[in-house]
């Protein structure tokens, strides 16, 4: 076992035998957790990854500690356009399955805002449990390895051609993951693969990901660079009340990443600025008492937020000279403060990719591909996306569970 060094294999490892049961694409989260429940059921299984090591993305996620599920998970928490397909693979294995292996495995972690949990440590740990459960369930594994080709063999099964060689298996999961995070190797060789084998593949964009803007809102937001705000974000419909962050090519902050997977281009964003408040009563108590409307501003925003929020919205600072109607109107500036941003900041900074593999394509109970017996998709590769707050890792937990259990 490596700890702390991360996850790491020989390139040699499992490559004196050519036949597996099954082989799993990819030693992300959904892939390792599928492989160790189909070893624990006796299936010989091999792990191939063109990455130098595994679970790159959990090592990285949530600032190193990672955000590995929910304490409430529902399906209105998933993006997909058949909403009911993750119905029953969450239901099979909830969260509180997940926070069990973990309390098995004496991990420490964390409750934090909106029951999401973290690591207390780092999520290196949480790789170490994912590695011992597969070194239990006797998983072998192929690292720095790139699959060239896979033909389906007459009669069932499939032939992976490999730069370690050429490898054969009755059942081929595919858990590549998606385009979010180039920079750990991610790729697109699950839709391609997917096509291969006639399945339609839903058009991805990135999700998860920072807004951008252009012109002087983006000199605006970078003059404010660094400052957070606790806000609610609302796009098409959907409301996030979540901290904002300035950054100095737009806006992030656990607020904007969500309602980034709603936002569509040529579309507005909706910010209250003062949630929770009644604006209008505040200000018409403010123009009866005399006292000045920065200094009031200042109890709940940044000095420098506020000042710049008067340069563009100019209101006298004594209010007492105000009509209502006026004040009426700017309350409604504040809590709907209507942005149009540019673009998204692409995935070299999404958390996750939407769209994918579209899954009328593959049964929901257990991840096979309708058009090809023996092919399963697991994880972010399908057309699945959740909501921050750990919900994509809890979707990787019970996609890979489900699939394993019928391998």
């Known amino acids: ?69 929910n304490l409430n998970v529902s399906p209105e928490h998933y993006i997909c356009r058949n909403p009911h397909f993750v119905k029953s693979a969450l239901s099979r294995y909830p969260s509180s399955a997940f926070i069990e292996l973990v ?37 072998e594994f192929l690292l720095k390895t790139e699959v060239g080709k896979v033909e389906a063999k007459h009669g069932g099964g499939f032939i992976l051609k490999t730069s370690a060689g050429v490898f054969a298996c009755e059942k081929l999961v595919v858990a590549t993951g998606a385009l979010s995070f180039p920079k750990l190797k991610a790729s697109g ?8 084998f006639g399945l339609e593949v839903c058009a991805q964009s990135p999700g998860l990901v ?17 400052l957070s705000m606790d806000v609610v974000v609302t796009v098409e419909g959907k409301h ?25 281009p040529g579309k507005p964003i909706h910010i209250n600025l003062l949630p929770g408040l009644d604006v209008y009563a505040q200000l018409l108590a403010l123009k009866q008492s005399g006292q000045s409307l920065s200094k009031w501003l200042n109890q709940y925003w940044p000095k420098r937020f506020t000042q710049l929020w008067l340069e563009i919205f100019p209101m006298d600072s004594m209010l007492s000279n105000q009509p209502n109607e006026q004040l009426q109107a700017y309350a409604l500036q504040i809590m709907n403060w209507q942005l149009y941003p540019d673009d998204t900041a692409g995935y070299d900074k999404a958390e996750v990719t939407l769209g994918g593999i579209d899954t009328d394509e593959v049964s929901s109970k257990t991840f096979e ?19 921050l707050g750990g919900y994509n890792f809890q979707w990787a937990w019970a996609s890979g569970v489900a699939c394993g259990l019928s391998l």
């Open 240 to 264: 996030f009340s979540e901290a904002l962050l300035f950054t100095h090519h737009g806006l992030s902050g656990p607020g904007i990443l969500q309602a980034s997977n709603y936002w569509q």
């Open 369 to 387: 591909a309708k058009k090809q017996p023996g092919l399963f998709f697991i994880g972010e590769v399908l057309d699945v996306t959740g909501q």
């Open 189 to 196: 060789f699950g839709y391609q693969l997917a096509r291969q």
């Open 1 to 69: 076992m490596e700890g702390d060094k991360g996850v790491s294999y020989a390139d040699s490892q499992g490559a004196q035998s050519p036949e597996w049961d099954v082989i799993v694409l990819g030693a992300g989260a959904s892939g390792l957790m599928c492989a160790a429940t189909a070893g624990y059921r006796g299936k010989r299984v091999l792990v191939i990854d063109h990455a130098p090591k595994a679970a790159a993305k959990i090592r990285i996620s949530g600032g190193g500690k990672c955000n590995f599920t």
């Open 210 to 226: 920072p807004l951008t803007f252009s012109g002087k809102w983006q000199q605006r937001f970078s003059s404010l660079s660094g």
């Open 103 to 139: 309390d098995r495995h004496g991990l420490t972690y964390e409750t934090r805002e909106l029951g999401k949990l973290f690591c207390c440590e780092r999520a290196s740990d949480l790789i170490q449990i994912l590695r011992t459960e597969c070194d239990w369930a006797g998983v």
